[in-house]
């Protein structure tokens, strides 16, 4: 178990629909990372969030949007849902901002189906 | 663009036998690498990590070896146990905010 929890395990909704998916950090780390990982896909880095504020920004559609409120847990919203958005969506955690000094800590991902 | 790959999506080893996962980057700028161990219906777990300015880096029967003129790194596991049958990510970092994560390598140890 690595101390980092995500809500729902499981997501199944339709085109156009809007879900919210919820992270919460380790105890005590400051940064929250998104990914998502699609169908034979490696994770694509979406966004990081360090004590409340975007820190850096990869892959995230327009559609996606992200934040980290002062008890440090964050959402991904995602909107105007397609059929590609299918994927499992993870959450990750970290001490500080530099993550290499402080290893990842990954939750166990929210799996988003589209229908 | 892919900025690192992982070409082989599979590989199977004997136990006891040593297994050497690859993992190619573009990006020269890249300055640390880390490998995770994914199982099924888990989040990936971190293994391993080596800083642009070595070359090997070494943490029980883990080692990885960094060629930066060939811009590959490689995860060796020696020996390899049933227990290390999972999906293994590399990823790489510039300045430690932004990852880029490899599409994995499945390794299966037959016991």
């Known amino acids: 178990d690595s101390g980092v929890t995500q809500t729902p395990k499981h997501l199944i909704t339709a085109t156009g629909q809007r879900v919210t998916l919820r992270c919460s950090p380790r105890?005590?780390?400051?940064?929250v990372y998104w990914y998502q990982q699609s169908l034979d896909q490696g994770l694509q880095f979406l966004i990081q969030y360090y004590n409340g504020e975007e820190r850096a920004k990869g892959n995230i559609l327009e559609r996606f949007s992200a934040q980290q409120f002062p008890d440090l847990h964050s959402e991904l919203n995602l909107s105007s849902l397609e059929l590609g958005d299918s994927a499992l969506y993870f959450c990750a955690s970290s001490a500080q901002g530099r993550s290499p000094l402080n290893e990842q800590f990954f939750g166990p991902g929210t799996r988003l189906t589209v229908l | 663009d892919q900025q690192v790959k992982q070409n082989s999506p599979s590989l199977s080893v004997q136990e006891g036998r040593i297994s050497i996962l690859n993992c190619d980057y573009t990006n020269s700028m890249f300055d640390y690498f880390l490998w995770y161990k994914k199982y099924p219906a888990e989040g990936p777990t971190f293994l391993i990590s080596?800083?642009?300015?070595?070359d090997k880096n070494e943490d029980g029967r883990f080692t990885v070896f960094l060629n930066k003129s060939a811009k590959h790194l490689s995860l060796h596991i020696v020996p390899s146990q049933p227990g290390d049958s999972a999906v293994y990510f590399c990823?790489?970092?510039?300045?430690?905010?932004?990852?880029?994560f490899g599409t994995g390598t499945s390794l299966t140890v037959i016991p």
């Open positions: 990823a790489a970092t510039l300045t430690g905010n932004q990852f880029y």
């Open positions: 080596i800083s642009s300015i070595k």
């Open positions: 105890s005590g780390d400051l940064s």
